[in-house]
């Protein structure tokens, strides 16, 4: 931790000089969010895909010049992660992560078309995230323009964030090695704060194999599943402990083929999420630990840990700080919190390396049919993420 920057080394004049002058941008930043919103991404239409990560690249392009690097790394399965590199005179590396895809179907803005109405903006993904696109890009475009000192920097992009991050993961756990620490663009938490700790996520599959039989005529000669797996469900029910901060969740259920068949398969999709590695080997145990009572089903889990818990380390809560005393240069008060969504932050925080997610869009409505973000708010964090990064020196 003695390698990252002081609050002490947060400059408020250059912090007040950044905010006006983003201030003097904002129908720009406006125009930004609305261009970017209203490229359709959503993560499973890698056709769409391709055509906003290309509106992305171009806009950044225009805004902070042709990068000094750029690498693009596509899967056929998923939206493709482009990383750019836009070195500086200093040593220090900064990674900005951020993703362009969506959790909304193609053919929604038809009905929910992006608004500007006064200090709001809505539309599909303005909150989640970007909005915190734009923030990141003119952070540093407001230092490159103000010729104000800044570390260099490394923008990592990806277009399968929202469905669990598995094509880019390596990439970006890649990407972030020897950097001094990682900044997350994702939406903030409820009133501003930045997020400091979040949850683990687990994405699981309780398979059970019963045997089929007719359920009238010789129903002793089946074994059902759906039985088996309602056991299952409850099992997984009682060991919910919100107090630990593990909830499990069976999300999706399926079983049977016919209402007078004995079920002879059924499945449940679950969703676990947890706080610390010791709840997360206990839901291990858990799910390794169920027992058919009828010899002649079987029950398999499939899945995994998607993201590892981020937890609030020394380094972390350094960085809050940090970023802390450069709000109230702007006459806020930064707070923080724990959440329970997760994102690519997750990785980073698995591998040491300091990070502050929760920087981007002021705002609400996450995946939901009425993400808001405030104009205030984006105008705000933009300067905020900027007067951070003049720390790095």
Excluded: C
């Excluded at 959503?42 to 806009?59: I, M, Q, T």
């Excluded at 959790?103 to 809505?122: M, N, Q």
């Excluded at 609400?364 to 993420?385: C, D, K, N, Y």
């Amino acid at each position: 931790m003695s390698t990252l920057p002081q609050p002490g080394d947060v400059r408020p004049g250059d912090v007040r000089r950044i905010l006006e002058w983003v201030r003097q941008h904002r129908e720009h930043l406006v125009d930004d969010l609305v261009a970017l919103a209203e490229q359709e991404t959503p993560s499973d239409d890698p056709g769409l895909l391709a055509k906003g990560l290309a509106h992305v690249e171009a806009w950044v392009e225009r805004r902070l010049g042709a990068a000094e690097r750029r690498v693009l790394h596509e899967d056929e399965r998923h939206g493709a992660t482009v990383v750019l590199d836009y070195p500086a005179s200093s040593t220090e590396l900064i990674v900005a992560l951020g993703h362009y895809d969506t959790v909304f179907d193609a053919g929604t803005l038809a009905e929910w078309p992006v608004r500007v109405e006064g200090d709001k903006v809505s539309g599909p993904g303005v909150f989640d995230m970007k909005g915190g696109l734009v923030q990141m890009v003119w952070a540093m475009g407001a230092l490159d323009e103000l010729g104000v000192p800044r570390p260099s920097m490394r923008l990592v992009i990806n277009g399968d964030e929202e469905i669990g991050s598995l094509f880019s993961r390596p990439i970006i756990e890649d990407s972030v090695t020897g950097a001094a620490a990682v900044l997350v663009f994702e939406g903030s938490a409820a009133g501003g704060a930045v997020k400091t700790a979040r949850k683990g996520v687990g994405l699981f599959d309780v398979v059970v194999t019963g045997l089929e039989a007719h359920a009238g005529l010789d129903p002793l000669a089946g074994a059902s599943a759906v039985d088996e797996i309602a056991a299952v469900i409850t099992t997984l029910r009682d060991a919910t402990d919100l107090e630990a901060g593990t909830s499990i969740n069976v999300g999706v259920l399926s079983g049977g083929r016919r209402r007078n068949v004995i079920a002879g398969a059924a499945t449940a999709g679950i969703d676990v999420r947890v706080a610390t590695l010791e709840e997360q080997q206990r839901v291990e145990r858990l799910l390794a630990s169920h027992h058919p009572r009828d010899p002649r089903v079987t029950i398999g889990v499939e899945g995994g840990w998607n993201r590892p818990v981020m937890t609030r380390t020394a380094e972390v809560a350094h960085l809050y700080t940090l970023a802390r005393a450069v709000a109230t240069g702007l006459g806020v008060d930064l707070q923080e919190a724990s959440v329970g969504g997760a994102s690519d932050g997750n990785f980073v925080a698995a591998l040491g390396i300091p990070v502050l997610d929760g920087l981007g869009a002021v705002g609400q409505g996450a995946h939901a049919r009425h993400e808001a973000i405030s104009v205030e708010g984006m105008i705000e964090r933009t300067a905020l993420a900027a007067g951070l990064l003049t720390t790095f020196q």
